[in-house]
């Protein structure tokens, strides 16, 4: 990595959790026809980077302005008035399974009525710096019986909140993160609600769901 490119615009700050450390790096500007406003985690074991991941991010940031500077030149030469916007946060969430867990969202905008929202996840085992997926946590019929268990809650609302013809439900259109002493799953824009519902997120704590968790977490009290 070419840290003559990349060290003048990034900002660094820091916030401790257990054995992992999570950074963050930043990258903003305001033209006329485009913005972004960019901030990314980094992540460090026992003091020392965790390479592969953090490099992911960076190149993430320098694909998300390319991406939105030529979105903004589009725009441009087609004579929309519309300005392309990249703004990208995430949020760190404190939780009792010795997780250092963090959502990013990711807003782009490149004309018409809404822009789109993107989640992903990140769950790092502070112990041991491994990053956990669903199938690590789970156990195989678990996925199933979440799905089900969320259909149900859909199917039974009539507030508007969901869309009303949804038939099954998919837990690879969630993200998944822990905080306080609930796993959550968070869905992606549209994949079950309308607009205005945003990301609907559903949480399990811990002691309801433990026969179907297989990983041995070092829980916090």
């Known amino acids: 990595?070419?840290?003559k490119i990349i060290v003048p615009f990034l900002l660094i700050s820091?916030?401790?959790?257990?054995?992992?450390?999570v950074d963050s790096i930043k990258k903003e500007k305001?033209?006329?026809?485009?913005?972004?406003?960019?901030?990314?985690?980094?992540?460090?074991?026992?003091?020392k980077p965790m390479q592969d991941l953090n490099g992911a991010f960076t190149n993430e940031i320098l694909t998300a302005v390319r991406k939105v500077t030529a979105e903004g030149e589009e725009l441009k030469n087609a004579g929309s008035a519309a300005k392309a916007e990249n703004v990208i946060n995430f949020k760190e969430y404190k939780n009792s399974f010795g997780v250092a867990s963090v959502v990013t969202d990711n807003y782009t905008y490149t004309g018409g009525a809404n822009g789109m929202t993107v989640l992903s996840s990140y769950n790092i085992d502070s112990s041991n710096g491994k990053i956990l997926t669903f199938d690590d946590v789970f156990i195989r019929s678990a996925k199933q019986s979440f799905e089900k268990g969320i259909l149900q809650i859909v199917k039974n609302n009539k507030s508007g909140k969901y869309l009303s013809d949804i038939e099954s439900i998919n837990l690879?259109?969630?993200?998944?993160y822990f905080?306080?002493?609930?796993?959550?799953?968070?869905f992606?824009?549209?994949?079950?609600?309308?607009?205005?519902?945003?990301?609907?997120?559903?949480?399990y704590n811990k002691d309801v769901v433990k026969p179907f968790i297989k990983y041995n977490f070092n829980f916090q009290k």
């Open 188 to 203: 992606q824009q549209y994949m079950i609600s309308p607009h205005s519902s945003g990301n609907p997120a559903f949480r």
């Open 14 to 21: 820091s916030m401790a959790f257990a054995d992992i450390q």
């Open 172 to 176: 690879d259109d969630a993200v998944m």
């Open 1 to 3: 990595m070419n840290k």
């Open 179 to 186: 905080d306080g002493d609930y796993i959550v799953f968070k």
């Open 30 to 47: 305001n033209a006329k026809d485009f913005s972004y406003s960019i901030t990314l985690p980094q992540f460090k074991f026992n003091g």
